[in-house]
């Protein structure tokens, strides 16, 4: 397996924040990034994807590529407690597989 | 956007029996899915490819015997866990890729396995 790490959390903040995740990828080879949310018991749902160096806005959501320091993030700008969920950081690899990170839990305290 | 239909949501078997889940693409031909394992607070683990027409390819440490994957058609792949334990308890998800501009995997509604 291609190597997608993430923080397990969980990460905590005031609502109303901003929640910062993180993500390091081990493989150069990879294409592009993906932010996936998922909630407990539920499939991930795409958040935002990122595959150019520099940051990719998105409404609340800012996806930012470093592709120099293998590196991806995710914010979220004026969280809601409705954004409490794990949140899966995906590489894409030679156009045509997926692999995870083991995700971030975030908790978005009202 | 696809849609990607899996079934059943949940099941529950006895150990040593085998269980099918259907995974379904309702908007578009899919070639190749994607099936996934994930345990309780842990990231999706790919298992393997499933291929339209021929076989599927499966990540090292899974055994293809006990997991075998059937792609019959370009919109339906299957997966039957064989004598299944309780250790392959564990949320079982589809995914299929949608290539254009870019590639997006839509995934599944899941599969709650849990053997007893």
């Known amino acids: ?110 | 956007g696809a849609v990607v239909s899996q079934h059943p949501s949940r099941v529950i078997c006895k150990s040593g029996t085998s269980v099918k889940i259907e995974c379904r693409s309702l908007d578009f031909q899919a070639t190749t899915m994607f099936w996934y394992r994930q345990f309780p607070k842990q990231s999706l683990m790919l298992m393997a490819t499933s291929n339209e027409g021929s076989k599927a390819t499966y990540e090292q440490g899974v055994e293809k015997d006990k997991f075998l994957i059937n792609h019959a058609s370009l919109t339906l792949s299957t997966l039957t866990v064989t004598s299944a334990h309780p250790e392959d308890s564990s949320f079982y998800i589809c995914s299929v890729f949608l290539v254009g501009e870019y590639t997006e995997a839509f995934f599944g509604q899941g599969t709650r396995l849990t053997v007893v």
């Not at chain 1, 954004?83 to 045509?96: E, H, I, K, P, R």
């Open chain 1, 1 to 110: 397996q291609k190597e997608v790490e993430q923080n397990s959390g969980p990460l905590s903040v005031p609502e109303g924040a901003i929640a910062s995740l993180n993500c390091t990828y081990s493989d150069r080879g990879s294409q592009s990034f993906f932010w996936y949310r998922q909630y407990s018991g539920k499939s991930p749902e795409l958040i935002m994807f990122i595959y150019s160096n520099g940051d990719k806005e998105d409404g609340r959501f800012t996806a930012q590529l470093n592709k120099a320091s293998q590196y991806v993030s995710l914010l979220i700008r004026d969280s809601q407690p409705s954004d409490s969920a794990t949140y899966l950081c995906a590489g894409l690899y030679n156009f045509n597989k997926f692999y995870f990170g083991s995700g971030t839990k975030l908790n978005v305290k009202p």
